[in-house]
T-cell receptor, first 116, second 117 residues
Framework: AQKITQTQPGMFVQEKEAVTLDCTYDTSDPSYGLFWYKQPSSGEMIFLIYQGSYDQQNATEGRYSLNFQKARKSANLVISASQLGDSAMYFCAMREGMDSSYKLIFGSGTRLLVRP | DTGVSQDPRHKITKRGQNVTFRCDPISEHNRLYWYRQTLGQGPEFLTYFQNEAQLEKSRLLSDRFSAERPKGSFSTLEIQRTEQGDSAMYLC???????????????FGNGTRLTVT
């Protein structure tokens, strides 16, 4: 069964430094997609970055990059040059198959606090 | 792009009452999803629609829950005879999905926080 594991309930980072949020996944499907979402206290889930299982390069979106290690089944999110506005919950999620219902399985999340 | 909107933002109800939530997706998105998020957890899939057709329902969606998307635009989620265990954030999301099977990421609304007393 597919599963997402985020082992860091909470993380601190100093403003302007980089931080890595861990995510490991388990699936038997060779075709899958991995996502990271940010959830501020307002409650909205904000899409950050996507990595497909067949993508040759690690995904990057501005200050966000995804460290995709397929053999280790990990998809860690790296946030560079942290900002105070980055303080939020971060969720890793997975979709099995390339044309499924787009049903996402989420991890339990990591709360990131950026210190000034 | 006005985003996904949900109404109400908060709902407090007494056990046994019925509640209904509304979701307005991004206008050009043909898929609409409902998720439930309890405190300290990630969202859990409940159901999704492609246009007006409800294509998949989770086992989490008991017979007290019903979702509709009558004209393929907005959707409603109704919970009958609410129980305290129904207290959660109910998130709606939408995405576009073309005939080649390419899908956009899910765009979520701000959610409806339900408290059952």
């Amino acid at each position: 069964a597919q599963k997402i594991t985020q082992t860091q309930p909470g993380m601190f980072v100093q403003e302007k430094e980089a931080v890595t949020l861990d995510c490991t996944y388990d699936t038997s499907d060779p075709s899958y997609g991995l996502f990271w979402y940010k959830q501020p206290s307002s409650g909205e889930m904000i899409f950050l970055i996507y990595q497909g299982s067949y993508d040759q390069q690690n995904a990057t979106e501005g200050r966000y990059s995804l460290n995709f290690q397929k053999a280790r089944k990990s998809a860690n999110l790296v946030i560079s040059a942290s900002q105070l506005g980055d303080s939020a919950m971060y969720f890793c999620a997975m979709r099995e198959g390339m044309d499924s219902s787009y049903k996402l399985i989420f991890g339990s999340g990591t709360r990131l606090l950026v210190r000034p | 792009d006005t985003g996904v909107s949900q109404d109400p933002r908060h709902k407090i109800t007494k056990r046994g009452q019925n509640v209904t939530f509304r979701c307005d997706p991004i206008s050009e998105h043909n898929r609409l999803y409902w998720y439930r998020q309890t405190l300290g957890q990630g969202p859990e899939f409940l159901t999704y629609f492609q246009n007006e057709a409800q294509l998949e329902k989770s086992r989490l969606l008991s017979d007290r829950f019903s979702a509709e998307r009558p004209k393929g635009s907005f959707s409603t989620l109704e919970i009958q005879r609410t129980e305290q265990g129904d207290s959660a954030m109910y998130l709606c999301a939408s995405s576009s999905h073309d005939i080649q099977g390419k899908a956009s990421p899910l765009h979520f609304g701000n959610g409806t926080r339900l408290t059952v007393t």
